[in-house]
C-alpha cells in the first residue's frame, strides 16, 4: 500500500495563533492535520496564479524513474505548500517517479521528524533548518555527488556552498533553499497614524521602544505581537561590543566572555515593553501560533512583526487582500554608529537522510530543485533568495516574477550583506542551541514578565549560568 500524503490544514479563519521561529527558521502553524489521498493533496494545493506545473520541453533529460518512490518532508507557510507540491509534480511530470510528501507547520515538524528519527523511518529528503548540527547524524553529504556532478553546482558560490557546509570537516549538509536575514515588517501607516519616524538602518532600540509606546497608545493595540527572542538577544549581544558573538564561528563555544550587561539591558527593554502592552503578552502570542500570514500586522492591529525576509512574500501577500502595504526593516541597534547584529544565512536547506536507499534519486531531485529555471518560478524565493546567480538573473528578469514584493526582499538582503559584520555568524547552530533558546525564553523571560524575578540583572545571571550547564550536557 502506497503511504498517503499527509498535509497540515490551516484554519486560518478559525484558530488563534502565535508567532515563532523554529530553529532559527519560521514556520507556518496550523491547529489540526489530516491525511489525504494523492489526488486530493493535489487539489488543495493549487499553483499560484503565474505558474503551472506542467513539464516544460526546454528542461533537461532527467533519468526515468517510473515505478519508483522518493518521500519529502518540509515545513512552512500555505504559499511554501502550494509552491512546493506543484514543483513536486513537475519532478513527478519529468521522470515518472512518484513522491510521498509531509508537511506540517513549525513546532509540529520537529516533533514528527525527532519521532521519525528514532523509530528510522526518516524520508529521503527532509527540510533542515541551521540546527542541523544537532541532527547531523541523520544528514547523508553531499561531497560526492556534487563532485561527479549529480548536483551541478556551476552558478552557486563558494560562499554560497559554505552557508551549508560543516566548518569542522567540509561536509556539505544539504543544498541551502536560498539566502535570508531575519528582519522587521512594519505597516507605514500605522507609523503615520502615531506620528513616529519610520525605521531606518540604523535605529536603535531606544528608538524602537519610543515608537512602540507611541503606537500602543494612539491604537491601543500591542505595537509588536511577538518576538524571536532568542535571535532579538543573541543580536543584542553582537552589537554590544565588536568581536562579540553569542556562539563562536566555530559552533564550539560562547564568545562574549560571559559578560552579562547585554542581556541585562535587552531582557529589561522588551519586558518593560511587554508589561506595558507594547508587546503582545504571552496569552497572545501562544494563540497566534508560528503562521507569518496568521500575525495581527496582516489584518491593520499591529504595526510590526519580526520574521526571515524570505516569510515576507507571504506575509505581504495576506496583507494586500486588506489594502494594507508593508515595508522591511533592519534590526535596532544598540547604538546608531554600532554592529548592526545582523547576518545573512542559509534559509533551510534540503537534506537526504544517511539512512535512505534511494540517495541517488535524493541528489538528482536536489538537482532539478536548486538547478531548474522553471522549477524556481514557481518557488519564486518563497524560502530565501535563490543561490544559483542563474536562477536568480532569470527571476529577476521575468517582471511577472520579481514584482515590487520580491524586489524589496532582494534589495533587503544586498542592504544586509553589506553590512561590516554581516558574515559574523557560524552556519550551523551548537547542538546545545536549543534547549538554551528554550530556556531563554520559557524560563528567564517568562519569569522576568511573571515576577519570578527581581531584575533584569538577576534573570540574566541566571539565564547565563543555566546556559554553561546545558552547555555542559552536549
Given at each position: 500500500?502506497k503511504?498517503?500524503?499527509?498535509?497540515?490544514?490551516?484554519?486560518?479563519?478559525?484558530?488563534?495563533?502565535?508567532?515563532?521561529a523554529c530553529?532559527g527558521?519560521?514556520?507556518s502553524?496550523?491547529?489540526s492535520q489530516?491525511?489525504a489521498s494523492k489526488?486530493?493533496?493535489k487539489e488543495a494545493?493549487?499553483a499560484?496564479?503565474e505558474?503551472?506545473?506542467e513539464a516544460?520541453?526546454?528542461?533537461s533529460?532527467y533519468?526515468?524513474?517510473s515505478?519508483?518512490?522518493?518521500?519529502?518532508?518540509?515545513w512552512?507557510?500555505?504559499?511554501?505548500h502550494?509552491r512546493?507540491v506543484?514543483?513536486?509534480?513537475m519532478?513527478?511530470?519529468?521522470?515518472?517517479?512518484?513522491?510521498?510528501?509531509?508537511?506540517?507547520?513549525?513546532?509540529?515538524y520537529w516533533?514528527?521528524?525527532q519521532?521519525?528519527m528514532?523509530?528510522n523511518?526518516l524520508p529521503?529528503v527532509?527540510?533542515m533548518?541551521?540546527n542541523?548540527?544537532?541532527?547531523?547524524?541523520?544528514?547523508?553529504?553531499?561531497?560526492?555527488?556534487i563532485?561527479d556532478?549529480t548536483?551541478?553546482?556551476?552558478n552557486?558560490?563558494?560562499a554560497?556552498l559554505?552557508?551549508t557546509t560543516?566548518q569542522a570537516?567540509?561536509?556539505i549538509?544539504?543544498i541551502?533553499n536560498?539566502?535570508?536575514a531575519?528582519?522587521?515588517a512594519?505597516?507605514p501607516?500605522?507609523?503615520?497614524e502615531?506620528?513616529?519616524?519610520y525605521?531606518t538602518?540604523?535605529?536603535?532600540?531606544d528608538?524602537f521602544a519610543?515608537?512602540c509606546?507611541?503606537i500602543t497608545?494612539?491604537t491601543g493595540?500591542?505595537?509588536i505581537?511577538?518576538?524571536?527572542w532568542?535571535?532579538?538577544?543573541y543580536?543584542?549581544v553582537t552589537?554590544w561590543k565588536?568581536?562579540?558573538?553569542?556562539?563562536?564561528?566555530?559552533g564550539?563555544?560562547?564568545?562574549?566572555?560571559?559578560?552579562?550587561?547585554?542581556?541585562?539591558?535587552?531582557m529589561?527593554l522588551?519586558t518593560d515593553?511587554?508589561?506595558?502592552?507594547c508587546?503582545?503578552?504571552?496569552g497572545i502570542q501562544?494563540?497566534i501560533?508560528?503562521?507569518?500570514?496568521?500575525d495581527?500586522?496582516?489584518y491593520g492591529d499591529a504595526?510590526?512583526?519580526m520574521?526571515?525576509?524570505?516569510?515576507f512574500?507571504?506575509?505581504?501577500k495576506?496583507?494586500a487582500?486588506s489594502?494594507i502595504e508593508l515595508?522591511l526593516?533592519?534590526?535596532?541597534?544598540?547604538k546608531?554608529?554600532?554592529q548592526?547584529g545582523?547576518?545573512?544565512?542559509?534559509s533551510?536547506?534540503?537534506?537526504?537522510?544517511?539512512?535512505?536507499?534511494?540517495?541517488d534519486i535524493?541528489a538528482?531531485?536536489?538537482n532539478?530543485w536548486?538547478n531548474s529555471?522553471?522549477?524556481?518560478?514557481?518557488?519564486?524565493c518563497?524560502?530565501?533568495?535563490?543561490i544559483?546567480?542563474?536562477v536568480?538573473s532569470?527571476?529577476?528578469?521575468?517582471?511577472?516574477?520579481?514584482?515590487?514584493?520580491t524586489?524589496k526582499?532582494?534589495?533587503f538582503i544586498?542592504k544586509?550583506g553589506?553590512?561590516?559584520?554581516?558574515?559574523?555568524?557560524?552556519?550551523?547552530e551548537p547542538?546545545?542551541?536549543?534547549?538554551i533558546?528554550?530556556?531563554?525564553k520559557?524560563t528567564?523571560y517568562?519569569g522576568?514578565?511573571?515576577g519570578?524575578?527581581s531584575?533584569?540583572?538577576?534573570?540574566?545571571d541566571?539565564?547565563?549560568?543555566?546556559a554553561?550547564?546545558?552547555?555542559?550536557?552536549y
Open positions: 500500500m503511504l498517503k500524503k499527509v498535509m497540515a490544514l490551516t484554519m486560518a479563519g478559525m484558530m488563534a495563533l502565535s508567532l515563532a530553529g527558521e519560521a514556520a502553524t496550523e491547529s489530516s491525511t489526488e486530493e493533496s494545493s493549487a499560484p496564479a505558474s503551472s506545473a516544460p520541453a526546454e528542461e533529460e533519468p526515468d524513474y515505478g519508483e518512490t522518493l518521500s519529502i518532508m518540509w512552512g507557510s500555505d504559499t511554501r502550494e512546493t506543484k514543483v513536486i509534480e519532478y513527478e511530470e519529468l521522470t515518472g517517479i512518484d513522491i510521498e510528501y509531509e508537511y506540517l507547520d513549525g513546532s509540529a516533533t514528527s521528524f519521532a521519525k528514532a523509530a523511518e529521503d527532509f527540510q533548518g541551521n542541523w548540527l544537532t541532527y547531523y547524524d541523520t544528514i547523508y553529504p553531499l561531497n560526492d555527488y563532485a556532478g548536483i551541478d553546482t556551476t552557486i558560490s563558494d554560497m559554505a552557508t560543516n570537516n567540509g561536509d549538509t544539504g541551502s536560498g539566502t535570508n531575519r528582519c522587521f512594519y505597516n501607516a500605522i507609523f503615520d502615531a506620528g513616529v519616524p525605521p538602518d540604523n535605529w536603535t532600540w528608538e519610543d515608537a509606546r507611541k497608545e494612539k493595540n500591542p505595537a505581537t511577538t518576538l524571536e532568542e535571535t532579538v538577544t543580536s543584542t552589537q565588536e568581536g562579540y558573538n553569542f556562539f563562536a564561528m566555530d564550539s563555544d560562547f564568545a562574549f566572555n560571559g559578560d552579562t550587561e547585554p542581556l541585562v539591558y535587552i529589561g522588551l515593553l511587554m508589561k506595558e502592552g508587546i503582545g503578552d504571552w501562544n494563540e501560533g508560528t503562521n507569518i500570514e496568521a495581527w500586522i496582516a504595526a510590526m512583526v520574521l526571515s525576509s524570505n516569510q512574500t507571504a506575509l505581504s495576506v496583507a487582500e489594502g515595508e526593516a533592519t534590526f535596532p541597534r544598540v546608531a554608529d554600532g548592526s545582523m547576518v545573512v544565512r542559509s533551510q536547506q534540503l537534506s537526504i537522510y544517511s539512512g535512505s536507499e534511494k540517495k535524493a538528482n531531485f536536489l532539478f536548486v529555471v522553471e522549477a524556481n518560478k514557481i518557488l519564486n518563497e524560502r530565501g533568495v535563490s544559483s546567480s542563474e536568480l532569470a527571476l529577476q528578469a521575468d517582471s511577472e516574477l520579481t514584482d515590487e514584493t524586489a526582499i532582494y534589495a544586498d544586509v553589506s553590512f561590516p559584520d554581516a558574515a559574523n555568524s557560524s552556519p550551523a547542538a546545545a542551541a536549543e534547549e533558546k528554550n530556556a531563554l520559557q528567564y517568562q522576568l514578565t511573571s519570578k524575578f531584575s533584569a540583572q538577576e534573570a540574566a541566571g539565564f547565563w549560568a543555566e554553561q550547564e546545558i552547555w555542559k550536557n
